[in-house]
């Protein structure tokens, strides 16, 4: 049996010390425009989501896999969608995103990623917002991670975006960093947490966002996240042969809810099924 090297743990223990340790609590933070795309963690994701969440998980998982996104919000259905694909290293993401306001978003996302030694991935992605408002239309974003997964019950993540410091409304944006953590409690239950911020910020202004995945049945997932801002998220995937349906919901506490993505996708090779034949991840 393989030991677990501490090594790259340790990197990015010492990456986040020297990010933060000049850090101020002034910051002028990209905030992306929202819709569709939801949140997953970063140190477990493996599906389509990789293309807009963790460049670095698209070296970990060679699964070919697609999925189309349309959003609920407002009592209007699929006026915001999406597409992503992922497969052999590469992800490809498109969002259209309505706009009541102005013109609306049409944003591309191209990644790549691969294992650099044992347990340990690395990947990058482009961000092009190719329409949008005055503020937006034409900007782009790069992002990098790199993630650790050499044991089977843990994974750390990494992941700094926006590099390139886009200037919206005249003013330069902040490098953004995401620090992620999962352990899998069991056969059942993965415990996660993730802690994001600006290069400008200090720890004690940073994000936080705690999740519980439940794995109830083989081919049946479904999660809550929460986070120190009083927002909460429900979702799940159920697994039918080589396809699977989910949903995800964003609510503010008191039950505002800030929109539901609806996804349906394919994957390339068996996957655990509520239905039918059982395959592995």
Known sequence: MRRTSFMPIGLLAVFLIILTAQSVPAANRLELPRGVHYHRFAAIVEGPEVSWINPAALGYSRTIAAQITGEIYESKFAKSWGFSTVGDGIGISYRHLDNPNGDDYNEYIFGAGLRTGHGVYAGASYRYFKDGPYSWDGTHFWKVALMVRQNP????????????????????????????????????????????????????????????????????????????????????????MRYFLGAQSRLKTGGEHRGTSLSAGIVSTPQPSVIGRRGKY
């Open 153 to 240: 019950r843990v994974s750390v993540c990494a992941v700094l975006s926006n590099l390139n410091r886009q200037k919206i409304d005249g003013s330069k944006t902040d490098i953004e960093q995401l620090y992620s953590l999962s352990y899998r409690a069991g056969r059942y239950i993965a415990l996660s947490t993730e802690v994001s911020l600006s290069t400008e910020m200090s720890m004690s202004g940073a994000d936080y966002i705690f999740g519980v995945d439940i794995y109830a049945i083989p081919g049946l997932q479904g999660y809550i996240n929460f986070d120190n801002n009083e927002n909460y998220e429900l979702g799940f995937r159920v697994n039918l």
